[in-house]
């Protein structure tokens, strides 16, 4: 099973066998996998470095703290960001509540707008929700429409002048579409509104550039882009984290403290207080070296779409499959399907493709409501990254057209059990 990349190698995962089977990694959109060299830059971490950073003043201490400073270029060159505009968190949801429990109790009050879609995982939905609560601000939700895409006709009837923050995903963790970030930045924008991308489902698959997108907040994880789990970013505008109280108050982020009043390190230090994810975030920047000696975004699009193209042709085969999200789309840009079949739960369907070393997820996907908009229960989510082949998909398509067979057979058997004991 080779790639277009050819880089299942790299993958120590890969090679475990799960019930006899080779594994088939298809639950990316939750995590990806990690490269041999992430692996091999922890034990290095703490093989030969391993002590704080921005403390000590001996070597290792020294070497340590420049290895997360270089971490931190990395990233920043890897979205088009400068250095001091990186924040290094413990994941995307952290990220997100940084910017609620900061700027946003500041900026917003009582009957300003705060904007997000019905399409948001929770860690975009919930703090917002909270911040509406607190500061008796109102949380408008923009709706879908029937294929799956944003309805951005609502987005210009809700967006105006009370609008304070929009927050908005690049991609939906459910449904794969793609939204149209550039428009809704200009859109929010031209109402005077910040913007905050959730870029927890793009950034491991498309390029990023925050200078020509002009968001005003950028979020991601380390551990979707072959990162270790552990660390995520924060990416804000300059001006904005230099106005922004700090997040949490300690050690790392301190200028002075005297007994009545404290004062803050600069950026990026004023928002990483106590012990930061160290060993994850030098991880993320050795995944992200990774990414570009080994992968580039145009081939990584060309060969998800045909994955998703392939998925969907052979799903649309099999009896009783309802995908949901816009197909058309993520047969050109895609990396996530999701799915039901007509009397079987996701469960179950998980369950049976685990039996064949299958990876996939099932259940609400941290997207209530969607699932409540669209009526519908849990989904099936396949997802797809740069190691992922046609072979695989294949596999679990004929996996799960055994399974459709297996399932009506017994309903065979019911219905003649059934039958007999009628008699
Ligand atoms: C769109 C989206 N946003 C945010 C998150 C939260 O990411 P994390 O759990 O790494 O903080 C996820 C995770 O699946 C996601 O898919």
Redesign the pocket.
Known sequence: MKTCFSIQDDFPLLKRRIGGHPLVYLDN???SLKPQVVVDSLVDFYSNYGVNIHRGIYTIAEETTLLYEQARTIVADFIGACHEEIIFT???????NLVASTWAFDAIKPGDQIVVTTM??H??FVPWQQVADRTGSVLKVIPINPDGTLALNKFEEIVGTKTKMVAV?H???LLGVHNDISTIIKLAHKAGAKVLI?A??SAPHQKIDVCHLDCDFL?F?G??LMGPTGV?VLYAKKELLECMRPYQYGGGMILKVNVDRSTWQGLPQKFEAGTPPIASAIGLGVAIQYFKKKLNFDDLKIHEASLCKRLIDGLATIKNVTIYGPTDQLQENGHIVSFTIRGLHPHDVAAYCDRFGICIRAGLQ?AHPLTEFLAMGPTVRVSTFAYNTQNEIEYLLTVLEQMTKDMESVDAFEDRLHNHMSV
């Open positions: 959109a939750a995590t413990k994941g995307a949801t952290e990220s997100i948001e995982h860690a975009n995903c991609v939906s963790n959730d927890a489902q979020v994880s551990h979707k995520g941290c």
